[in-house]
């Protein structure tokens, strides 16, 4: 069975903080991808990163960064530095099979909240 | 850049009519999806069509839902007969062949309220 989980429902942080959002994932297969994308209050689905399973190397975009570890099935996010413009809900998301073009499974998500 | 577009960005309806989500996905793309957001909660998949036909579907995706992608540039998702539980905002979505990025493009939605 695919799932994924975001333990975290909600976190409110003070801007400029940083601030870790946990993703935790099971899937049998050994192919499969990781996804994070942010839901800002406008409703819209904003694509941030998709990682590969064969891919352990950490990102940095900016102000974000990803942890992939294989070993904990672990797939966390973290800002640095937290704005206000960052207040959204986050959700990781897991497909598994060959093509990153299958059904993405999405966790509940966590939304974060930066107070100025 | 290419995106998906989705209309009506809001729609209201009675029980037990009929509604149809309309979705434009980006032009070279040729997997196509709808997915379901009820208010708060997390996003679930409906379906996924590829070579117009369903490859996958949910358990969420009973008989009164159904695909269609009908002048080969729309991919439309029909309600035949909406329930209060369909309330939910709607989202389209498409990718390349899987020889591509794979990456899922998503649109801005469809928030369906059904009353």
Not at chain 1, 19 to 45: A, M, N
Not at chain 2, 21 to 47: A, D
Not at chain 2, 83 to 103: Q, V
């Amino acid at each position: 069975a695919q799932k994924v989980t975001q333990a975290q429902t909600e976190i409110s942080v003070v801007e400029k903080e940083d601030v870790t959002l946990d993703c935790v994932y099971e899937t049998r297969d050994t192919t499969y991808y990781l996804f994070w994308y942010k839901q800002p209050p406008s409703g819209e689905l904003v694509f941030l990163i998709r990682r590969n399973s064969f891919d352990e190397q950490n990102e940095i975009s900016g102000r974000y960064s990803w942890n992939f570890q294989k070993s904990t099935s672990s797939f966390n996010f973290t800002i640095t530095a937290s704005q206000v413009v960052d207040s959204a809900v986050y959700f990781c998301a897991l497909s598994s099979g060959y093509s990153s073009a299958s059904k993405i499974i999405f966790g509940s998500g966590t939304r974060l909240s930066i107070r100025p | 850049e290419p995106e998906v577009t989705q209309t009506p960005s809001h729609q209201v309806t009675q029980m037990g009519q009929e509604v149809i989500l309309r979705c434009v996905p980006i032009s070279n793309h040729l997997y196509f999806y709808w997915y379901r957001q009820i208010l708060g909660q997390k996003v679930e998949f409906l379906v996924s069509f590829y070579n117009n036909e369903i490859s996958e579907k949910s358990e969420i995706f009973d008989d009164q839902f159904s695909v269609e992608r009908p002048d080969g540039s729309n991919f439309t998702l029909k309600i035949r007969s909406t329930k209060l539980e369909d309330s939910a905002m709607y989202f389209c979505a498409s990718s390349e062949a899987p020889e591509g990025t794979g990456e899922l493009f998503f649109g801005e939605g469809s928030r369906l309220t059904v009353l």
